[in-house]
């Protein structure tokens, strides 16, 4: 056999050390000439990838999958040598390093992508748009001001660094042409946002993307790779689910990370390698996360009638987690749906219909930020598929869901019926936008042109 190792030469890119994790981790293989894969693994900054190769192979072509799906590829040619190496670096990227980290998780196009440190995005077309934090306290959200530890910016993108306690929070953000929606954010440490205009020409896509990391760099590119259901990528990476299982296991030190690898697992339904009691103590020592209670839903409910099905309420979980705020992953919002669809009955009694109109309404109302839940709407209470913009004090109607303006009417009807019905339900939100405005509006309205 012959010998290639692939090393990772990644430091601008790597989000920094706030947490002591900056070792980015990514997927590589070996292909042949004909594109057939050859060998697979996982390469990060303090661990190179060592691919085992035939005894006869003289040429492969490496290629690194970036979580946006951008892929690097180099040649190496081995002749009659047994041993070879090669190095892929972030030079290109590396002119913004304090934004450098955001690149692989942007569309494969980005213009950031660009070696060279003049990229102009046109910043002043969006100095009127405007961000808002929410905490869950208390069983509903609030508004809290917004004072980051640091703040940058070029002409290309704006970023924010975080410190959030250990509660469930979201970024609002908005303005006259940036349509309203939120972007979950994890609590419990520092948190770096990132915010640049569009690098996609699809009309759908919004105006300005979100991207956040929370310094967890294995976990969020497992999450991220999950989320563009690049389930190759994400194997590779997992080193079959070597890589979830040990952020499972380490989930008193990090819950968060734990989320990750439960993520990872239950899409892949591998349950038999994994302790019932995992979701157990997930799920109640971490009350705060409203994904831990939903992880150990799903967790119940697909064990169905097996002998080590653990006894818990499937249905309390799901209101418990709904209880907790919304999730903190994309990945959950997918779960939430799937439990949804499976406790859903005929004669449910209202309480729990309304839980089910809400988790529907999440689903419908979906916004696109990497791995991080995401969705529009004016209250965080009430996702819709009716979007809004304009400032706080003025938000105007815009447009429905881009992915529901070609569904049928009745559809359509039923999705606007059921916005309507969870922002009557959620405490008049009009009056609590217009008090929070009137009162509020110069602490906890932060516009990104002050940055």
């Known amino acids: 056999m012959k010998e290639l190792t692939v090393s990772l030469a990644y430091f601008a890119s790597s989000p920094g050390d706030r947490r002591g994790d900056s070792a980015a981790t990514l997927p590589v293989k070996a292909l042949d000439a004909d594109g057939a894969i050859l060998a697979d693994g996982a390469a990060s900054v303090a661990r190179p990838a060592i691919l085992s190769l035939p005894d006869k192979t003289q040429t492969v072509f490496v290629r690194l999958t970036w979580p946006s799906g951008r892929a690097e590829t180099q040649r190496v040619t081995f002749d009659e040598a047994a041993f070879s190496s090669v190095t ?25 992508v660009k070696s060279g440190s003049n990229v102009d995005l046109q910043l002043n077309r969006f100095k009127r748009a405007w961000l808002r934090l929410w905490k869950f306290s208390g069983n509903r959200w609030g508004l809290e001001k917004l004072k980051p530890d640091a703040t940058f910016r070029n002409d290309a993108v704006w970023q924010l660094d975080l410190s959030l306690d250990q509660s469930p929070w979201l970024l609002q953000i908005g303005g006259s042409s940036v349509t309203w929606r939120f972007v979950s954010l994890p609590g419990g440490g520092p948190v770096r946002v990132l915010i640049t205009p569009k690098d996609s020409t699809d009309p759908r896509a919004d105006a300005l993307k979100v991207i956040v990391t929370s310094f967890r760099t294995d976990a969020e590119t497992l999450l991220e790779f999950l989320a563009r259901d690049a389930m190759r990528s994400v194997e590779t990476l997992a080193s079959s689910t070597e890589l979830a299982t040990r952020l499972f296991a380490e989930k008193f030190t990090d819950p968060i990370s734990a989320l990750a690898g439960a993520y990872y697992l239950l899409r892949v339904d591998d349950r038999a390698n994994i302790p019932a009691r995992w979701f157990e103590n997930l799920s109640q020592e971490f009350r705060w996360l409203p994904d831990t209670a939903l992880v150990h839903c799903i967790h119940v409910l697909r064990a169905g009638g097996d002998a080590q099905a653990p006894r818990y309420d499937a249905r309390a979980l799901f209101a418990e987690s709904l209880g907790r705020g919304w999730p903190v992953y994309g990945e959950g919002v997918a779960l939430l749906q799937e439990a949804s669809a499976l406790l859903r009955r005929r004669d449910s009694p209202e309480k729990e219909r309304l839980s089910f109109d809400r988790v529907r309404a999440l689903g419908a109302s979906k916004a696109w930020a990497g791995a991080a839940a995401s969705f529009y709407g004016r209250i965080p209470d009430a996702p819709s598929a009716v979007q809004w913009v304009g400032m706080p004090s003025a938000p105007r109607r ?31 939100p009009t009056r609590l936008v217009r008090r929070a405005t009137r009162s509020l509006r110069d602490e906890h309205e932060f516009l990104l042109g002050d940055i």
């Not at 670096?89 to 950031?112: F, G, M, Q, Y």
């Not at 429905?400 to 916005?419: C, M, Y």
């Open 88 to 112: 892929f670096s972030d030079e290109r990227i590396s002119a913004n390093e304090w934004s450098a980290w955001a690149v692989p998780k942007l569309n494969r196009k980005t213009p950031l």
């Open 398 to 428: 815009w447009r429905l869901h881009p992915t529901l303006r070609s569904s049928s009417p009745g559809i359509t009807q039923s999705v606007e019926r059921i916005a309507l019905a969870l922002e009557t339900a959620a405490e008049s």
